[in-house]
């Protein structure tokens, strides 16, 4: 028998949600939803598995992650009960349950932990500056060995942990026995999603949306591996030198229209933001920014007498990959295209 969690509307409500109760049951949402199916249909199962308490289903369901949230469901409901800002607030919670460390339920919940998290890393960056007497070579040379450090460390020890628990939730604890070579057959299609997140463009209206994300996420791994890997700070190659400002300044572009958009909520989309969804895109903005900024100093020979520079730079960067990246809204590209993967696994299945 399905146990029933009757805090369960109220809990989510801290994530996000608006007022599931409101619903009806008319299905309007999910008749206009483009990305739903007789396989997975939402929203309105997942509005119904909300009020009636069911997390144990919502646990098992991949059906938050395959809504790539266009709002027309949320445009459409005749309650006004947001079932698209509903499915984005059970992807937050699901964070949260993936998560072994307890992490993202608290930073997601908790404004005051999010800025106390954020204040106590700024101060260990600054504390590390003075520890090395603001020494710019010292400082720039273990601050790039943090960059190496902290990749491998969140994806080991907290990212890969989460999957294979998303896995076990939603794959094999429902019964899913997809043949190994489903398995190895899916990964190309893990990887398509990975890089370009395909999916939003089986939503209407949501071209010009999944542009703008796809040149993000190449600015963003590009920035990423000409950084950590082509060592971007210290190179004298002027091809990786000029790659790295195209990069960063892609970046800090486009992230500056996701904030404009979210201030002007001009779409049903950026109507409701979380604190999460601002630190993401202002965090992403200002490293596009500052990391443009270290390289111009260098390169003007400024950057010696100002390596405040370098450390807001690196008060970014830390917060970035210690916060926002295991914890934060980042997961969501990470669980979205693992999302896609056990789908396929999940069809694979049904079809024997
Ligand atoms: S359209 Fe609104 S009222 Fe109708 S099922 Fe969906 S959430 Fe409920
Ligand atoms: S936000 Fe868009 S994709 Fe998500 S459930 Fe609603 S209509 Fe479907």
């Avoid at 992650?65 to 947001?82: F, Q």
């Avoid at 997809?178 to 890089?195: D, N, Q, T």
Wanted: hydrophobic share 50%.
């Amino acid at each position: 028998m399905a146990r029933i969690n009757p805090e369960f509307t109220d809990e989510l409500i801290k994530y996000g949600a608006f007022d599931p109760n409101a619903c009806y049951n008319c299905g309007n949402c999910t008749a206009v939803c483009t990305l739903s199916d007789e396989n997975n249909s939402f929203p309105r199962k997942m509005v119904r598995y909300s009020v009636l308490g069911l997390d144990d289903e919502i646990k098992a369901s991949l059906d938050p992650w395959l809504c790539y949230y266009c709002g027309e469901c949320s445009i459409t409901c005749p309650r006004e009960a947001d079932p698209g800002e509903l499915m984005m607030s059970l992807r937050r919670w699901l964070i949260s349950k993936y998560d072994w460390t307890g992490l993202s339920g608290l930073l997601y919940k908790s404004l005051a932990a999010s800025i106390s998290a954020f204040v106590l890393l700024a101060a260990v960056v600054i504390w590390f500056g003075a520890y090395w007497h603001f020494n710019l070579e010292t400082v720039m040379h273990y601050g790039h060995y943090f960059e190496i450090a902290a990749i491998s460390l969140v994806f080991l020890a907290i990212l890969l942990p989460n999957i294979i628990y998303m896995w076990w939730l939603t794959v094999y604890k429902p019964g899913i026995k997809a043949p190994i070579s489903v398995y190895i057959k899916a990964i190309g299609e893990l990887v398509v999603h990975l890089f370009t997140q395909k999916r939003t463009l089986s939503c209407d209206d949501n071209q010009l949306r999944w542009f703008e994300h796809f040149i993000m996420v190449l600015g963003y791994l590009g920035l990423l591996f000409t950084t950590v890997f082509l060592d971007w700070f210290s190179t004298q190659s002027m091809f990786i030198i000029v790659l790295g400002y195209v990069e960063s300044a892609i970046i800090f572009i486009v992230t500056f229209d996701f904030i404009r958009r979210r201030i002007q909520k001009d779409k049903e989309i950026s109507k409701h933001s979380q604190p999460s969804d601002w630190f993401f895109v202002i965090w992403l903005f200002m490293m596009g920014l500052t990391a443009f900024l270290v390289r111009l100093f260098m390169d003007v020979n400024i950057l010696e007498n100002n390596i405040w520079m370098y450390l807001v730079n690196l008060i970014i960067l830390v917060q970035w990959a210690l916060i926002i990246v295991p914890f934060g809204k980042w997961t969501h590209f990470l669980y979205r295209s693992f999302a896609m993967y056990f789908a396929n696994l999940h069809r694979a299945t049904l079809a024997k």
